[in-house]
């Protein structure tokens, strides 16, 4: 008992001569009176910037997941290939004649020469991606096979250089809406009038529009058959997306 009352009155000692020190209880009332004090306005304007950065990620997550849910491919399909004369080929695919392409991609063949391939027989075109790196590999897994931004073209086994994945713009969604009412077939729509003042023409518009049937060997190929009732059971037309 005496030895535990000299230890108490020895750190009271010890305590009472440390009264020169400032306590730690001096240095407190910066941090305890700071969530009192309202923020600064530079601080103000940074949580709300990033409170709208976030909303806005949120929001755009939400409408990429819906138009994915909405635009989702079934096994029918709507293809349809078009371009100028003196143009590229676009290839699309929509699931149906309203929807917005939930495929769309510019190849660098011109649309004459496809033509001409198609003029005499079949067609295989194959479209081939790389799949990303190990660094990159759970963005790649979360990727679709038809969100691959570049490709590999190949057609009737012939390198035709590369395609990449378009946005649909106001020029390409015109085309889409002249062809809607058109089930199967091909043929040429009329120039549309260009220039300031609608005095020019621009460049016919080839087209050749069908349903392919859809077919997913994995999540890294799928392949899209025209179905021309005509054809005895040859596809005219195939399409094989690839990642290797």
């Known amino acids: 008992m005496a030895k535990t009352s000299m230890h108490f009155h020895w750190s009271n000692k010890v305590s009472n001569e440390d009264q020169d020190v400032p306590p ?93 391939e198609m003029a005499s027989g079949l067609v295989r075109i194959a479209l081939e991606c790389d799949k990303q790196e190990d660094k990159t590999k759970k963005l790649s897994n979360s990727r679709r096979l038809l969100e691959e931004p570049i490709w590999r073209t190949y057609c009737n086994g012939k390198k035709c250089g590369f395609a990449m994945k378009r946005e649909c713009g106001e020029k390409e969604w015109r085309v889409l809406k002249a062809v809607e009412p058109i089930s199967m077939g091909a043929g040429v729509l009329p120039p549309e009038k260009i220039g300031a003042c609608k005095d020019e023409e621009g460049d016919e518009i080839m087209y050749m529009r069908a349903k392919f049937e859809r077919v997913m060997g994995s999540r890294d190929s799928e392949a899209f058959y025209m179905m021309n009732p005509d054809s005895n059971g040859a596809h005219e037309l195939s399409v094989y997306l690839l990642r290797v």
């Not at 600064?40 to 909303?55: D, E, G, M």
């Not at 004649?97 to 660098?108: D, H, M, V, Y």
């Open 24 to 116: 730690p209880s001096k240095a407190l009332p910066k941090t305890t009176t700071n969530p009192t004090q309202p923020p600064s306005p530079l601080t103000r304007k940074k949580l709300q910037a990033v409170t709208i950065a976030r909303f806005r990620s949120v929001l755009t997550n939400l409408n990429k997941n819906r138009t994915n849910l909405l635009n989702t491919l079934g096994p029918r399909v709507v293809g349809t290939l078009f371009g100028s004369r003196q143009g590229h080929v676009y290839l699309t695919f929509q699931k149906d004649p309203t929807s917005q392409p939930t495929f769309l991609i510019e190849l660098q063949t011109p649309i004459s020469n496809l033509v001409k």
